[in-house]
Nanobody, 116 residues
Framework: QVQLVESGGGLVQPGGSLRLSCAASGSIFSIYPMGWYRQAPGKQRELVATVTRGGSTTYPDSVKGRFTISRDNAKNMVYLQMNNLKPEDTAIYYC??????????WGQGTQVTVSS
């Protein structure tokens, strides 16, 4: 069964860093593009990073230069290195396939809180 498990979140001060990990159970995740998504309170879920099987990445302007997505296809792992975190980065972070996420298989996400 497909399973997505996010980890690595926590409370960090502005300017700090976190590294998020996503363990994906299915071999499909070693083939298809993956994305990190986040959802802040009262906001829609938004895409914050994508990575293809070959390692090509995209980012929205809001995180460009601060976030880095990567993947280990052999381990079915996807990572998100977040540097210079800002309070507006506070959200629950999720991983899923991109551009068509598997709606029935969203994980629990991992909470990132950026606050002094």
């Amino acid at each position: 069964q497909v399973q997505l498990v996010e980890s690595g979140g926590g409370l960090v001060q502005p300017g700090g860093s976190l590294r998020l990990s996503c363990a994906a159970s299915g071999s499909i995740f070693s083939i298809y593009p993956m994305g990190w998504y986040r959802q802040a309170p009262g906001k829609q879920r938004e895409l914050v990073a994508t990575v293809t099987r070959g390692g090509s990445t995209t980012y929205p302007d809001s995180v460009k230069g601060r976030f880095t997505i990567s993947r280990d296809n052999a381990k079915n792992m996807v990572y998100l290195q977040m540097n210079n975190l800002k309070p507006e980065d506070t959200a629950i972070y999720y991983c899923n396939v991109w551009p068509a996420p598997l709606n029935n298989y969203w994980g629990q996400g991992t909470q990132v809180t950026v606050s002094s």
